[in-house]
């Protein structure tokens, strides 16, 4: 399938594409890492002490384990409508899933880090 930055021919890649796919990616990675840093805040302020240990454990298998599990649905994807259309189709899933959880979880929204337990 021919997206915009082109086909697997190196001669037919559309470079403005590309620039605009390493722009996206890297502030994807920033923005990964500041939800990083407040995740581990919150977990670490909004948790009591007896059950810290165990969150963080849980924290650390999802954290490391997420990713894998996206790895094999893209993955399966590209097999089926290839590459650049499963890149497509699983960033809009997740945007959709985001838009899905803001609207149903307002409580995370109106996080107050001076009061994280409320």
Not at 2 to 31: F, H, S, Y
Not at 45 to 74: H, S, Y
């Amino acid at each position: 399938m021919l997206l915009l930055a082109g086909e697997t021919d190196p001669d037919t890649v559309v470079v403005w594409a590309l620039v605009a796919a390493i722009v996206v990616l890297a502030v994807a990675g920033a923005a990964d890492s500041v939800s990083s840093i407040f995740r581990q805040t919150i977990l670490q302020a909004a948790t009591p002490d007896a059950m810290r240990g165990r969150l963080q454990g849980v924290f650390v298998v999802v954290v490391a384990g997420g990713p894998r599990l996206g790895d094999v649905v893209v993955g399966a994807q590209a097999s089926w409508f290839g590459e650049g259309a499963a890149a497509v189709i699983g960033g809009c899933l997740c945007l959709l899933v985001v838009a899905a959880l803001a609207v149903t979880h307002r409580r995370f929204l109106a996080y107050d880090g001076a009061n994280p337990t409320a």
